[in-house]
């Protein structure tokens, strides 16, 4: 098993900038691939980014390439997701999620693994 941990989340303004962050325990050389994914209040869960651990290659949604950041330290067990130029519609909890070997980075359902959500709210 693996156990996910996610913190960073917050309120922010339009255009500003939040960090979150995900601690991985367990099983973690299990994990091939991390990723963020995030859901906003009557709406599906929607893939932000991924990152392979083991290489670092990275995948983003085209609503956050350019603004967000995935990476990941190895030596930690963390995958942290740099957010700037916020917008009102990044609004959502934000889920850290782990996958064994998953066929489609961006399917939710490829995840075995998932953290309790931490809040991101952005103001207009």
């Known amino acids: 098993q693996v156990q996910l941990v996610e913190s960073g989340g917050g309120l922010v303004q339009a255009g500003g900038s939040l960090s979150l962050s995900c601690a991985a325990s367990g099983r973690t050389s299990s994990v091939y691939v991390m990723g963020w994914f995030r859901q906003a209040p009557g709406k599906e869960r929607e893939f932000v980014a991924a990152i392979k651990w083991s290489s670092g290659t990275t995948f983003y949604s085209n609503s956050v390439k350019g603004r967000f950041t995935i990476s990941r330290d190895n030596a930690k067990n963390t995958v942290s997701l740099q957010m700037n130029s916020l917008k009102p519609e990044d609004t959502a909890v934000y889920y850290c999620?782990?996958?064994?070997?998953?066929?489609?980075?961006?399917?939710?359902?490829?995840?075995?693994?998932w953290g309790q959500g931490t809040q991101v709210t952005v103001s207009s």
């Open positions: 999620a782990g996958g064994l070997r998953p066929a489609v980075y961006s399917r939710a359902g490829e995840y075995s693994y």
